[in-house]
């Protein structure tokens, strides 16, 4: 816990953060630890009773939480009530020497305070207890006074069913020998001695491999309950009014909607409020709650702790990340069923396995131990030896780090690659597995060179290093043997080919060339007489040429020699003037090049302050757009609170609404609907609702252009006026009354049908239809007239065409619900086993689109275009899914969800639910806060009112009431009936004087 209190920049004490993270609650937090105080009564009354608790739930559902903060306190308490010491309590983790931690543990609890030599004690006790299953009660006999208990703590109890996985089958039975000591111990009551044991759930499975466990699990286990939206607000709102701040009820909402049925999120949503809170102290106004736009800042529920584990990684240097890596990967690992666990380990094994010094594992750990982060265990404050056990906080990390999911994913594969090649040399040794060839071998060699794997690393999954690198390189050497031997046989051939030919040319030219020379041979012959007189006539004439041209040469060599001295000087003069000149320009480029920089670095450094004004002028503005929002989001918060000036609370509303239409932030803000709702309310009361008394019992409502259409069980569909809520017109059928289960009207409001008692279907005023073989569940009518489709308990759904059974599909599950809206000739079916089936009614081609166990479908709605699909469960669930039938966002709920509209022109989907609730969800943004009606009485039907952009709402009681759909329409009605302005002092109170005033209220006419 924190306990540093500063002065933020708005002159206010930082209060002390309440919440402790990703890691589970300490006992010295347990004043903070609200929302399980019923749990904790249970797991007392059950160990009392058994001596023997295994509390059971998924990771993150808070197993240690209310151990620690909850249960252990409890036991303090009663020894500071009696004055005396009546609970001794020992806490352990199994680990890789689970009855050497047991016996530490022991050792160093207060049991064993007066022991003159622990080391030797320790070594006593923890091999009495490897030689006896009774090894503890033995020696805990004499240490127990009378009156006293000893309780003991086997936290992560999971960790016994990997390491026993993991090990050699010579260190088994000391898990083995563990587990039946701790068995034994409870089984006996001579020596009150109790445990508890901290069990994951998907680890229940394991159990059987131990005799005698499962038996006494089944007799004392306690299934961590999933927190109700009561025990999570106290969760919330406990801490906060502790530690003297505040948090909006928006926000608590918006944690309910994310939070959902995932009870394994809470160490996440721990880490989001510790964030949030942090955030706060250091952003808020003064008098400003915990709100959502401090929780949005941090990334919200979804992203707070990726980003912030990303935070933390890149405060270290490229070489310390790649470090980070390579520890974050050893801690944690993923079973073969992909669980995900973690591997805690020595800080000596980090630094074998990492080949770094424990001085740079401990400095590259530090970002992720400090306080306000500890992701890594144990803390900063904590002083670590060799031995020192190294672990993540939570598994929760390894869920919600998307760079350490990858880092797994990595490892995992690496070593699903080590792992084939120590089978692959177990089963070579054996000879039932020959060496590996190509592209396997390949594959392993390739990983090789990219893991550099070593002893160390390789012990966190097999023993067998050596025989497996063994196998890998004689497959390796065996490979270059055979590629050496094809190589040298194709030497051969290619050689022997090469002699063929140069052998066969050879002869074939050496005839060639006989044939030539004797044809040669006789031609010189014929001419040599000829040639002989001829020479003889040119030796005369060549002699006196020569003797011509030797007296010419004479003379025109002393001319050369005269000219190469002459240009010899020439060469020289110019040589001399061009080094001059490539001086003189080196000088000048020299200048020029010194010039440019001088101008670059001014060019730099004027771009420098240009950008830092801007950035800083940016961050003003950001600044100030941050703090409107925020002023914004404060002001409807504190218009919904405002009671006894509703003209106020409208003008709050308005200028909230303005500011954040102005500074970007959001307009559609569920609270402030809520808060200029209720101050129209105040400001015309009874207006947006009228009681119709004369409806009886009607099953469905739509509206049309300009009326809304109620078909009634007693046989009379009436019309009511949605400009005055009149009654416009009654058709009666001529079915009788006492005959009709369910009634139904198109989406457009127009057409209307009746599902009998009988099985059959009655349209218009006596048509009578037969087809189904069960009641009628739903109807959805067609563009084309006395077109539609019908959907019964039957499981049948059944297309219609001019009134005639056209063909029908059988879904095998009751249907619940249709859609009200086909898209071309396709419609959506939701069943009661939680299936939805897309139908095209043209080809009667069926398909299954989404599933969804243990919940019924009970409504359904496709968009106008088709491409959005929405389904409302009864476990108060809502998914929305694209035409594909990919999920794109769950959205808890409470009650069960007996209707859902999908409206594109205005972009919302509306539900609502038996909870006499209706949410408006943004469908650009399903993950912010809806806007929440609720209603005196059941929902009877919903409807969008097109033509004036507003939801109508039937409730059970007879009343129809109309609700805007977007805060800019009731806004709008706000400034009408308003009629002032916000004042300055008002302005000040609300907003804050150091913000320029601004008006808020009704606008003058310029007449």
């Known amino acids: 816990m924190r306990n540093v209190y500063e002065t933020s920049i708005h002159s206010e004490i930082r209060i002390v953060n309440p919440f402790p993270g990703l890691r589970s609650f300490q006992a010295n937090e347990s004043h903070l630890f609200f929302g399980r105080e019923t749990h904790i009564g249970d797991v007392l009354k059950k160990l009392d009773s058994v001596h023997f608790v295994a509390i059971v739930g998924t990771s993150g559902t808070g197993k240690s939480s209310l151990i620690r903060a909850g249960v252990l306190p409890a036991f303090s308490k009663q020894n500071k009530e009696s004055g005396r010491k009546i609970w001794h309590v020992v806490a352990m983790t199994p680990g890789s020497d689970p009855i050497g931690n047991l016996a530490r543990a022991i050792t160093s609890s207060d049991l064993c305070e007066k022991v003159e030599n622990p080391n030797a004690y320790c070594q006593r006790l923890e091999m009495l207890m490897r030689d006896n299953p009774l090894g503890l009660v033995q020696a805990m006999r004499p240490e127990i006074a009378s009156g006293e208990k000893l309780l003991i703590l086997a936290d992560q109890f999971e960790e016994v069913f990997r390491f026993e996985k993991e090990s050699e089958q010579s260190r088994k039975a000391e898990y083995d020998a563990f587990v039946q000591l701790i068995i034994e111990t409870v089984r006996q009551r001579d020596v009150p001695v109790y445990v508890i044991l901290t069990l994951r759930s998907d680890f229940l ?13 089944n007799d004392g286990h306690y299934l961590v309950p999933r927190m109700n ?119 000596s094994k980090l630094s074998a396995i990492t080949g770094e010094s424990r001085d740079a594992i401990l400095e590259c750990l530090k970002p992720f131990r400090e306080e306000g982060r500890s992701f890594i265990l144990p803390g900063s404050d904590v002083s670590v030896n060799d031995e020192t056990i190294f672990d993540i906080s939570h598994e929760s990390l390894m869920r919600g780090w998307k760079r350490l999911r990858d880092w797994v994913e990595e490892e995992m594969e690496s070593a699903e690659m080590f792992l084939r090649i120590c089978r692959a040399s177990e ?49 390796q050497q065996a490979d270059l043997r055979e590629k050496r031997r094809i190589k040298s046989r194709n030497i051969l051939i290619r050689s022997f080919v090469a002699f063929f ?3 066969v040319t050879a002869l074939a030219g050496w005839a060639l060339m006989q044939t030539e020379r004797a044809n040669e041979n006789n031609l010189r012959a014929q001419e040599k007489s000829k040639e002989a007189i001829e020479q003889k006539a040119l030796a005369v004439k060549e002699r006196e040429k020569a003797e011509n041209a030797s007296s010419q040469a004479y003379i025109a060599k002393e001319l050369a020699e005269q000219q190469a001295l002459f240009a010899d000087s020439q060469k020289q003069i110019a040589t001399q003037e061009k080094a001059r000149a490539e001086s003189a320009a080196l000088r000048a480029l020299l200048q020029q090049q010194q010039a440019l920089e001088q101008k670059g670095i001014a060019d730099r450094k004027s771009i420098e302050a240009l950008t830092q004004k801007l950035k800083a002028d940016s961050a003003r503005e950001e600044a100030l757009r941050m703090r409107m929002i925020s002023a914004g989001a404060n002001l409807a918060y504190e218009a919904g609170q405002i009671t006894e000036n509703p003209e106020l609370s409208a003008l709050l509303a308005i200028q909230s609404f303005n500011i954040a239409k102005k500074y970007g932030g959001d307009v559609y803000d569920a609270t402030l609907y809520q808060s200029a709702g209720k101050a129209i309310n105040s400001l015309l009361p009874a207006k947006s609702s009228i009681v119709l008394n004369n409806l009886k019992e009607s099953s469905d409502m739509q509206c049309g252009m300009d009326k809304v259409l109620f078909p009634c069980k007693d046989g009379v569909c009436r019309s009511y006026s949605l400009i005055n809520f009149k009654l416009i017109a009654e058709e009666k059928t001529e ?37 189904h073989e069960g009641l009628v569940r739903a109807v959805c009518f067609l563009p084309a007239n006395g077109s539609f489709i019908t959907g019964g308990r039957d499981n049948k759904l059944i297309y219609w065409k001019d009134y005639k059974f056209v063909h029908a599909q059988d879904l095998a599950a009751k249907i619940r619900s249709i859609t009200k809206i086909a898209s071309g000739n396709t419609i959506f079916a939701g069943c009661e086993n939680g299936m939805v089936y897309k139908y095209n009614f043209n080809k009667n081609s069926l398909e299954l689109f989404s599933t969804r166990e243990n919940s019924r479908a009970e409504s359904v709605a496709q968009s106008s275009d088709g491409k959005l699909v929405a389904v409302g469960y009864s476990d108060g669930v809502t998914r929305v899914y694209n035409q594909n039938g990919k999920l794109i966002r769950e959205i808890a709920g409470t009650g069960i969800i007996n209707d859902v509209i999908l409206n594109l022109s205005e972009g919302i989907l509306v539900t609502s639910s038996t909870a006499r609730q209706i949410n408006i969800y943004r469908l650009d943004n399903l993950t912010s806060l809806p806007v929440n009606i609720k209603t005196e009485s059941q929902i009877k039907g919903i409807s969008i009112y097109s033509a004036g952009q507003t939801l109508m709402v039937y409730a059970a009681d007879g009343t129809l009431s109309s609700f805007p759909l977007k805060n800019e329409q009731i806004i709008s009605q706000l400034s009408k009936l308003v009629k002032r302005q916000l004042t300055e002092d008002e302005w000040n109170t609300f907003v804050g004087s150091d913000i320029p005033f601004e008006k808020a209220g009704f606008q003058k006419s310029n007449k």
Request: hydrophobic share 40%; glycine share 8%; net charge negative.
């Open 205 to 217: 499975g394991d159990c059987v491999s131990f005799e005698g466990l499962p038996e006494a699990i």
């Open 229 to 347: 939206m009561n025990e999570v607000r106290r969760a919330i709102t406990g801490p906060v009014e502790l530690a003297g701040g505040k948090i909006s009820p928006r926000l608590i909402q918006y944690i309910h909607q994310h939070l959902g049925n995932n009870s394994d999120q809470l160490p996440i949503l721990q880490h989001a409020l510790m964030r949030g809170w942090d955030y706060w102290t250091k952003h808020a106004v003064a008098g400003e709650p915990l709100d959502l736009i401090h929780f949005e800042s941090i990334g919200g529920l979804e992203n707070a702790l990726s980003s912030h584990a990303d935070e933390a990684f890149n405060e270290l240097s490229p070489e310390g990340q790649l470090l980070c890596e390579k520890i974050f990967k050893c801690l944690t690992t993923r079973e073969a069923d992909n669980r995900g666990v973690r591997r805690p380990l020595p800080l």
């Open 427 to 475: 089963l070579h040794l054996k000879g039932a597995q020959a060496l590996w060839r190509n592209p396997e071998l390949q594959l392993a060699l390739d990983w090789e060179v990219k893991q550099k794997p070593d002893v160390e690393w390789a012990s966190l999954y097999h023993s067998d290093f050596s025989g497996a690198m063994e196998f890998l390189h004689q497959s």
């Open 501 to 503: 030919l140069v052998v």
């Open 735 to 771: 079915i009788n009354p006492q005959t009709i289960n369910t009634a139904y009207t198109s989406y457009d409001g127009i057409k209307w049908l009746y599902g009998l008692n009988s099985n059959e279907i009655a349209v218009n005023k006596n048509l009578v239809l037969t087809g």
